[in-house]
């Protein structure tokens, strides 16, 4: 039965070497390879994109700190909080 919802993504085999350990340990659990492999990466891939976002905006974000470390914060005296 297709899966609905988003579009489904094109799978593809590939190889991949993990320490024996692990694998006797996942096999032991009933783990999804595949699954816990795609979960692993995807979390590696946002991570990787959000530090790359933090270094190409570096100067953006010490400059708007700087701002508001001298003037305060921009409408802070309308704030209900």
């Known amino acids: 039965m297709p899966k609905s919802g988003a579009a489904q993504a094109i799978r593809r085999a590939t190889n991949i070497t993990l320490p ?41 974000l010490i400059s708007s700190n700087d701002y508001v470390e001298y003037n305060g914060l921009p409408l802070s005296e309308f704030r209900q909080f």
Request: aromatic content about 2%.
């Open 20 to 60: 024996a350990d692990l694998l006797l340990e996942a096999g032991a659990l009933g783990l999804n390879l595949s699954l816990a492999c795609e979960q692993g990466l995807k979390a590696e891939i946002v991570h990787r994109h959000g530090a790359r976002w933090l270094e190409e905006n570096r100067e953006a």
